[in-house]
């Protein structure tokens, strides 16, 4: 059984950090591209992050290029997202995704953590 659980979220001050971190389990975790999504409140789900299933490439969306880094540690199946500078309108459900980086269909999702940005 595939399992994609998230931790690490909680409630920050606007410009501090936050790491979250993703474990994901039931599959072969080095054959899998692994990505962050993150939804606001009446908001459509957006990609933050992206990491190839070696490490060796990452992809940032332009709203948090320069304050967040994505890696992961294929040893420990886990990927993490270090959030710095942190703003409110950071403020969303962080969803984890593993993608199969050869095999289409093999795609699964985590249920979300949530960051809240706010003084």
């Known amino acids: ?4 659980v998230e931790s690490g979220g909680g409630l920050v001050q606007p410009g501090g950090s936050l790491r979250l971190s993703c474990v994901a389990s ?4 080095s054959n899998y591209a692994m990505n ?8 459509e789900r957006e990609l933050v992050a992206a990491i190839s299933w ?5 992809n940032y969306g332009d709203s948090v290029k320069g304050r967040f880094a994505m890696s992961r540690d294929n ?6 997202l270090q959030m710095n500078s942190l703003k409110p309108e950071d403020t969303a459900v962080y ?3 593993a993608v199969h980086r050869m095999v289409k269909g093999f795609n699964y999702w985590g249920r979300g953590t949530q960051v809240t940005v706010s003084s």
């Open 1 to 4: 059984q595939v399992q994609v």
């Open 26 to 29: 039931g599959i072969t975790f």
């Open 36 to 43: 962050w999504y993150r939804q606001a409140p009446g908001k």
């Open 54 to 58: 070696a490490g060796g490439n990452t």
């Open 75 to 80: 040893a420990l199946n886990t990927v993490y």
């Open 95 to 97: 969803y984890c995704n």
